[in-house]
Every structure is written in C-alpha cells, then in structure tokens.
C-alpha cells in the first residue's frame, strides 16, 4: 500500500475541486451543444453528477486513517460523557483500580522473585549442586562432593564453594570491634560469578589452599562505610579476629549475593578432607550448549564414583544432581505467589463484574441518546465502538491509579510484614517499578475494559429503535435481557466474593492455629543474640567452654537477667544434624540406627527455655572435657527409637562414617527433654540430640566457630530489650572484647518464623476484604436501581394499601434469592478451589466448616445490609409523589 | 456518519469500475468527463454511473501507480487533469481482464451457455 494517499489531504483536495469544476464545465458544455438553456445544462449536469461535495468527502475519507481519526473523536466524545457523569465515572475507576492494584501488587512480587533473571551475567548457566534422594533434594556440599563435582569438566565450566557467612567475623583494631558478614568462598567464586573488581584482585588458587595466608576480598558497602571509599586500602592489612588479613580487592556495588556479605575470605580447605558433614553450598557455570539433562547424566556417573571411593558415604537411593540457580533460590515461594495471583484474578473478575453492572444501568438511561445516535446513521459497530471507548477510558484510569496504589501498596506491606520472600531485598526493595510491570497493568487494564465494556455495550445496542424512542427516558430498557444480565453478574460477583473470602478464611485460620501451637518452650522475656567465635583461638572446645562459663556467670549479675545459657544455635532458625548408632542395637542393612538433630547447649540452656527434663537429669556446670561424655535426647526421638525400651540405659554413638572430625567415644543418654517446635512451628518436633557445649570434640567444635556463632541466651525478668546494653557489655568483658550482633528477642524470632504465613493472609485478607466491599456494591446498586426503576409500581401498591413490611420484604427478598444463589455456586467453586490451598495450610482442612461457615453468615449478613438500604428506600415511596413519577 | 452507507453500497461496483477505467484509457490519455462518456457510450448506457463515483477510483488508481496525471488544456479550452495508463496499470488491466474473461465464462457454462 502506498503511504502517498495520507500526504497533502488539502492540497489534493482543492485540486480535485479543480478537476470536478473542469467536469462540469465540460457537461455543461456539452449540455448547451445538445440545445438545453445555460440553466437547464447546469441542472442536467448536476443530476447526472450526483453531489460533487459527498465526491469529496469519501476522496477525503479515502485518505485518512478512519481508524485513528474515529478513535481520537471517540476518545474525546467518552471523555465528555464521562465528564457529564462524574459520580458514576469515580466509582467505576475506583472499583477498577482497586482490581488492578491488586493485580500490579501481585505481579510486581512475581516479577522481581520468578521473572526478573538474577543480576550475574548470563544467569541461565548457573546451577546449585544437589543431592538427590527419596526425600528431595538439598544443595549442601562436603569437601570430597565439592572435589568430585569440580572434576565434571565436560560440563562444567567454574564450579565454586560458599557458605552462608554463618559465624560472622570480628573487626577489631579500632575503638569499635564490628561483627561482620564474612563469606568464605573457594577461587573460582568471583570468575563463576562474574563479579566485577573495582579495585585490586581476588584470591588465587594458592591465595586458597590451606596455607594461603590471611587475606580478603572487600564488599563495595564496607568499603565505603568503614574505610571511607579509599583505594589505597588495597594492599593494606585490616585487623580481623585480632590477626591481620591482606586486602586484595574490592568488589562492585551491583554485586548482590543471596546472603548479604560484608566480605569474602578464601574457603583454605583442605582438598583431601574426607569430612562428610555437610557445611557449605556448590554453585556451577554449565558449559555452552550444556543442558540440564546432560549434567545430570554427568553426575550420575559422577556419584557412582563417589560411592565406590567413599563406601556407606551415600546411600542406594541417594545421587547428586542440577538445578538452576533461581530455582533453589526461589524455593517454593513460586507456588505460593501463584496462588496469590488467582486470587487476585478473582478481585478483578469481580471488579470488572461489578463496571459491567454499573454500564449496563447507565447504558439503559441513555437509551434515547444511543437511539437518537442510531437514527441519525450511527451503525451498530459505531455505537459499540463508542462504548467499548467510555470503558476503555475508564480501565486505563483505573490502571493508572492501580499502578499507584498496587506499587506503593505492595512496598508497604513488604515494609510492615516482612515477608520471607528471597530476591525481594530489605523491605522488598528490589520489587521496581519496571517495563514488565508498566506492560502488565497496560495490558490488564485494555483487557479489562474489554471485558466488563463489551457486554454491556453489545446488549445496549442491541435495541429496537423506534420503541427506545418512544418511550419516556425514565422507563425505557427495563428489559428482561438487561435485568437478567445484570442480576448473573451480580451472583457471579457474590460467588467469586465468597471463594476469596473462604481462602482468606483458611489462612486467618491457619495463622491463628500457628499462633496457638505451644513451641514447647517459653519464648517471652528471652534475649539472644549472636558471637562470632572465628579465629585460632576457639580451635579448642576448652576456650570455648572458658568463654561460655566466664559469660554464664557475668550475665548472671546483671540486674534482671534470671537465666543464661549458650548453644550453637536457635530454635527456629535451624541447626545440624548428624547420624548416630544405638550401641550394642543390630543396624540391618543400614549405614547408621538413624539421624538427629545435633545441638551442642550449655548446662543452663533447658532452664533458660523452661524446657521440661521428663525423665532422668539435666547438664550439669560438671558435664565437660573431664566428664564422661553424656547426651540428652528429646522425647520424639524416645518414642520414635525406643518404642518398647528405656533409652536411658542406652549409649549414642554420633557421626559414626561422618569422617575424622566427629569421631567420638559414645555417649550415655542421661535424660529425655520436652520436644521443641525446633524447625518451625508447622513441623512436628523431630528426633534431636543435645550435647554439652564443653564435650564436643574438639574438631567439631573448630568446624562449628567456622560455620555458625555462638547463641547467647538469656532470660530476664522483664521485658528485655532494655537489657541489650548491659547484656552486650557483660558478654564483651567476658569473652575479652568480643562484639554481639543480631540481638532480637525470642519473640521476634518466633514472629520472623510465621512472616510468610502472615503474609499469606493479610494479603488474601485484603483482597477478601475488598471483593467483599465490591460485591456489595454491586448487590447495592443493582437493587437500588430496581427500587428506583419500579417507583411507580411500588406507589400503586401501597396505594392499593400494600403495608410498608410487605414493600420492603418483597425487594429483601428478591436481592437475598440473587445472594443465595451467588453463595450456594460459591460454595461449591469453593470446595474444588480450596484445595489448591492446602499446602499453605496448618492444622485447618481445606473444607474447614468453621471457615466455610463463618463466611457464609459474613458474606449473607453483608449480602443483607446491602438489600436493606434500597428495600427501605421503597417504603419510603410516596404514593402520591410515585404516580406523579411519569 | 451516514456517508459511510452511500460508500457501501459503491463498493460492490468498484472492481468493475477500476477496471473500466483501466480500459477507457487503453485508448489514450483522458479527463474525468471523457472517461465518463466513455463508459457510458461503449455500455450502451447499461452501466450507467453516478458521475461523481468516478472520482474516488480515479484517486485511488492514481495512488496505486495504476495511473499517471497531468493537468492540460481540453479540447473545450478548459483547465483539466488528464489522466492516462502507466506501464503497472496496463500489465493490471491484462490481468483483470484475463481473470474477468475466466469469471464470465464459468459463469456461462454453469448458466447453460455453448462455450465459444
């Protein structure tokens, strides 16, 4: 097609005036050569032409684009009307916004958590290692997997060990010692990363074996806090732990790792460890043009190599695998937010239930003006076009504001509720505004006006002309079909309503059974907070024994603190786990008896929870080095492994085929403990072994101030935040200047464990709360309306002495049976619905009748506020006023 | 807006009028109104047109370099557009030709007619 035809319309036209003159001209000469009158030739020629302007309108037509043309005058002709009806526009972009918003909230989660790729250059290669079994997979390493995987060079081409800066690391050497974020890292990390250096190098190979040398690679963040963005600090010696580390370089401050690290040192492990334990994660670049499959065929070879080189090391069923890094990261965040997002799905279906209502009544009051339009030409198409506009007009408003109150909403929730979500960043600062997003609300909100406008906009120009004329303005279109259309919209907005607010009504329950679940311990007015014991001098369980006992005791002073204890870790938070064998029981085909958890505690750590000893004794200050090796065992692994027997005749043997490190005589079992919700509050207590801190042999001890802190624990009085102060400074004067860091009380941790359901729930308790609100606006209008429509009915019977109860019945009436209706298809879309839910539940069904029953009276009492005004508004009618309606 | 139901009505006619236009200008370069008395004169009036739709094609066939223009003087002495066939409009006339001669004898050998 040739774009010459949209060039130099007015030109041309004149032009073709030109040439229509030169045509009549040439007729009329004509005309007078057959003998007519001047007059006559002139009149014949015009007749025989037709009319020369309506010539140049469809030339002038030809060259326009009608579509764009049309569209710009529609536009400004919706925005008119629009402008006439401003209460009905404001509504309508406020109901719209409200479903948008939602849906940009949502989606701009999805998008920075499933969507976005991670920031690393070409992040599609990168993997976690994983070991695969019957019971998942875990992407935690050991030193000889690590060796064995950096050996898959076929598919591989970087493969690097981190773990997750668990200890910390002491900067000291200034009048303010500061616990760092250290991540000890092998080589290849920054290379497989692709971190960018902006200043000096990272570690070499030799920089990373275990006599490497004290060095580190600085993050951009500490750089510029702590050493004021010098470049000069490369080359020089920072104190750390009381020794002096190298700094070789600097990072980039786009570098953003998965745990936050405030630097990196080199991992110096030593290559021919045939530690089992596992303590730290393997990520690795797969080669071009390597797939996922063929690494996993890669590693199962690999791991039937590992098997015959390290007998009883992996079990029959056990293997290694790959999975793509986002994956592991995102974790099952993916089917959470899925879920979210149907439900928001819902919200919007409703709201766009809930305009189409509002312009189907609007449509049926401008029913003359539609039918004079028609009558004056106006197509079908054209008055379809015209309305599909308004709506178009209205959802791209109500986009507009969404985006707003989606973006700024979901910003501040993440703010308020933290949400456990990975990739989000602090307070969900890594949830942007970006062109995914802007597309997204565009796209929904163009959809959306499609949607709830093409409906109402078919059915109003669907209309018989010379009737709508007819008709008086205030009784035109109160059409069966319209009545009809309108009342299946306002059940299917009562029935969606009521799916969202019975989701919303599992999870309010299942939050509130979290909330009741006992933890087994008491978590008020307890204090913990975290000390890094790196560095050579807590090689030896004996200093660390020391600095326990020395703490234990200068806590103990301090006013208001009642208990204190120590262990490696924190209820909640997780912790380690090793296998151990019963001594003298038959093992079967099995490498151990079993697994448990492995909680290295000082003597005053049940006391300091208020954690029952059921049977036998408590640690003593006496269970140390020069004790006989004792353990305590919780009550399910009683039950679970001793069923028939006492276990406190039995002897543990842990970590048996674990390696060097935890090779140990075995332990007396001295007493059964009350279970702790140890892993969560939504996890039955499992098996756990505790172990007296100043009993640990002394390998582990040296792995565990290289992979976790120390935990203080301790309780006070009173409520014990105040008491941060004079506990931290306590701790530091004990342990001989040692910092603490990350001091929360118990009760945070405990919120911070049930974040993602409570997330969850304010969320779907939101978009409950305003599909709520919606479809009783809808119900709200819709009988309004109809009470409005049927004044004059309404003023005969009461005339006719219709008492006002039974007015008033008779519109409740109508309005609940559209409810009940609503209610009964919502019930059963709930019961299927539901199910996609259970995995986000705790201790309710997904057919919890208390949930389903509590939104039934909710959703039928506000159902029935909603009848109320209008039915009576209909007594109110008067008579007289009513038969005057006309 | 009720231009647009005259503009519907024309449309059915418009591949037969380009296509008589093509062929009036086989013959030479030609103004709006010769064209018009042509058309007229060699349908022995069947086909009578309302002049004024005449326009329209003409732009249109301009537009698509089916024909060329210039503006003269007529044999009456009046200022006019001539109008005539470039070299696309007479290889698209061949072709309409052929395709309306294939049309009209299907359509004769379905109505009965011996085929010449």
Known sequence: MSFRRFTERSKKDALLADDIEAHFGHEVDANIARGLSPEEALRQARLKFGNPRVTRERVWEYRSFPWIEDAWRDLRFALRSLAKAPSFAAIAVLVIAVGIGANTAVFSVINTVLLKPLSYPDPQSLVFLTNTGPQGSFSVANVPKFNIWRQQTQVFQAVAGFDQAGAGLNLTGGNDPEQLQGVHVTADYFRLFGAPIVAGRTFTPTEDSPNGGHVAVLSYGLWKRRFGGNPNVVGTNIQLDGHPYLVLGIVGRNFVTETPADLWLPFQFDPTSRDMAHYFRVAARLKPGITLQMANAELKLAADQFRSTYPGALGPNAGFGVAPLQEIMVGDTRLSLLVLLGAVTFVLLIACANVANLLLIRATARQRELATRSALGAGRGHIIRQLLTESLAISLAGGFFGLIIGFVGVRLLLAISPAGIPRIGPDGSAVSLDANVLLFTLGVSILTGIVFGLFPAISSSRMNLSSALKESSSQAGVGFRTGKLRSLLVISEVALALILVVGSGLLIRTFMKLQAVDPGFDTHNVLTMAMSLSGERFQQTARVAQIVRDGTERLKNVPGVTTAAAACCLPLEGGFGLPFDVVGRPKGNDPNTGGAGYLPVSWSYFEAFKVPILRGRNFTEHDDGSGPGVVIINEAMAKKYWPNADPLNDRLLIGANMGPVFVEPARQIVGIAGDMHGNGLNRDPSPTMYIPVAQMPNKVTALNSRIAPLWWIVRTSLEPHPLSKPISAALREASGGLPVAHIRSMDEIVVLNTSRQRFNMLLLSIFGASALLVAAIGIYGLMGYSVQQRTQELGIRMALGAPASTIRNMVIRQGMILAVIGVIIGVAGALWLTHFLASFLFGVKALDPAAFIATLVLLSAVAFVAVWFPARRATRVSPMAALRFE | ?116
């Open chain 2, 1 to 116: 807006m009720p231009l647009k139901q005259t503009a519907v009505a024309g449309e059915v006619l418009q591949g037969t009028l380009d296509m008589l236009i093509l062929r009036t200008l086989l013959m030479g370069r030609a103004h709006g109104h010769t064209i018009a008395q042509v058309i007229e004169h060699t349908s022995e009036n069947a086909l009578e047109i309302e002049q004024g739709s005449l326009y329209p094609a003409l732009h249109r066939l301009e537009d698509r370099g089916l024909l060329a223009s210039d503006w003269g003087l007529s044999e009456n002495n009046r200022k006019a557009k001539f109008y005539r066939l470039t070299a696309k409009g007479r290889k698209r006339l061949i072709a309409e030709t052929a395709r309306w001669r294939q049309m009209t004898r299907a359509i004769g050998l379905i109505l009965g007619e011996p085929a010449k």
